[in-house]
C-alpha cells in the first residue's frame, strides 16, 4: 500500500471502518457521476464550469476508488504502472502517426 492509500485507511479507520464493497462501490458511482456533470459544465456543455471543482471531483473519485483498492489489499500506484505498460504494448501502433 502506498502513502496516500495508507492515509486514506487511517481516516476510514477513524470513521468506523471500510463500508460493504457494493457499498463502495456505488460511491464510486456516484463520484464518476459528478465528476462527468462537471467535466460536462468545464468543456461548456451544460452550465459553466470550474476547474477546481473538476479537480475536487477527480479527488473524490481517487479517495473511492482507494477504499475499494485498501479493502481488497490492492497497491494502486503498482495496478497503474501495471496498466501503463499493458497500453504501452497493446497499443504501440494505435498512437502512431499515418
Same mark, same amino acid.
Given at each position: ?18 463500508? &460493504? ?6 460511491? %464510486?458511482? !456516484? $463520484?464518476? @457521476?459528478?465528476? #462527468?456533470?462537471? +467535466? ?5 456543455? &451544460? ?6 471543482? %473538476?479537480? !475536487? $471531483?477527480? @479527488?473524490?473519485? #481517487?479517495?473511492? +476508488? ?13 495496478? %497503474?504502472? !501495471? ?16
Amino acid at each position: 500500500m502506498n502513502d496516500l492509500q495508507r492515509e486514506v485507511d487511517r481516516i476510514v479507520m477513524e470513521f468506523g471502518g471500510y463500508w &460493504k464493497p457494493f457499498e463502495m462501490l456505488a460511491a %464510486l458511482v !456516484e $463520484e464518476t @457521476g459528478e465528476l #462527468a456533470d462537471e +467535466l460536462l459544465k468545464v468543456e461548456g456543455v &451544460k452550465g459553466p464550469g470550474d476547474r477546481n471543482r %473538476l479537480k !475536487e $471531483e477527480l @479527488g473524490d473519485v #481517487a479517495f473511492a +476508488l482507494a477504499c475499494i483498492a485498501n479493502y481488497y489489499g490492492v497497491d494502486l500506484m503498482d495496478a %497503474l504502472r !501495471e496498466t501503463i505498460e499493458k497500453y504501452r504494448e497493446r497499443d504501440r501502433e494505435r498512437w502512431i502517426s499515418v
